[in-house]
């Protein structure tokens, strides 16, 4: 695809704010940062929602102990922390909660081609990686937990390392376009904010349609590589797990692992 010259406006923790209306939370850009996600688990207050985006992560966390590539001032490193007043079992299907959000934001920006979910929570375009979520909880008190919600989506990158060139898609390889950063940051806030309420006064089930409208596996073969498992996906349960048809018919639920 031909490049459009890169007019980059920088995140800016006012415009977001001012976006998010009343009542928004605490918010904070960084320059650089190791991590947006390991900022807010070291911070001292976790009693009220906050946010950390940062342009540039110099150790940016994946899941299962990866590393997440954050290049500077082209993407979203964000991460929002969250007090649920609510046992951590409830909470086992946040981070699928979180993907359905992220295409949710997406939606709502005009943004219509088909964006996938992989179980439990990558956002996929075409079967290349364009966002990936990672929850990290802690308890706070008794029976109480705070979530940090980590989400890295690749938003106006263009240049994939050699590595990354065909496993990932951004946004503007996908529209043709670049975004506003900071008009993602408040869609996705925003969405985040409704979604994590909707959970704490309901229940993962209030998600699973759309869950289903997202679901980018159903139906289909795969493996779980770190599991050694194949078979057909069958969606998932009431807690979040992924229900797995095996060759002899047995439905197998699975709570961690990888779709290959
Ligand atoms: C994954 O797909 O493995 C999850 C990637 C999560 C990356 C985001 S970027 C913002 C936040 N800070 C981090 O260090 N990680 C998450």
């Known amino acids: 695809m031909h490049k459009k010259p890169y ?38 207050n976790m009693s009220a929602q906050r946010i ?3 342009e540039q992560q110099t150790a940016g966390r994946g899941r299962m102990g990866r590393y997440w590539y954050s290049p ?15 046992e951590l079992p409830k909470l086992t299907g946040l981070s699928l909660v ?14 219509k081609e088909k964006i996938e979910l992989k179980w439990p929570n990558d956002g996929m375009y075409q079967g290349k990686k364009l966002f ?14 705070v979530a940090i919600i980590g989400i890295g989506m690749n938003v106006n990158m263009c240049d994939f390392t050699e590595e990354l060139v065909n496993k990932c898609a951004s946004l503007y390889n996908i529209t043709g376009e670049y975004l506003d950063r900071n008009l993602l940051a408040i869609e996705l ?33 795969i493996t779980i590589n770190n599991q050694n ?32």
């Open 229 to 260: 498992y194949n078979g057909i996906a069958r969606g998932i349960d009431a807690q979040g797990n992924l229900l797995l048809e095996l060759a002899d018919g047995t439905i197998k639920i699975l709570n961690s692992g990888d779709i290959n």
């Open 98 to 111: 979180v993907g359905i959000s992220c295409i949710e934001a997406l939606e709502k920006l005009g943004i």
């Open 132 to 145: 990936g979520i990672l929850v990290e909880t802690q308890a706070s008190a008794l029976d109480s937990y």
């Open 7 to 44: 007019n980059n406006i920088p995140l800016d923790s006012v415009i977001i704010e001012q976006g998010l209306g009343d009542c928004p939370p605490a918010i904070e850009v960084f320059q650089e940062i190791d991590s947006t996600n390991l900022y807010l688990k070291n911070c001292n």
């Open 52 to 54: 950390c985006l940062a």
């Open 189 to 221: 806030i925003e969405t985040l904010r409704t979604n994590c309420k909707k959970l704490t006064t309901s229940s993962l089930a209030s998600f699973s349609a759309q869950w289903q409208k997202y679901d980018g596996y159903y139906g289909k073969t």
């Open 72 to 86: 500077s001032a082209e993407n979203l490193y964000l991460s929002f922390l969250y007090p649920f007043n609510m």
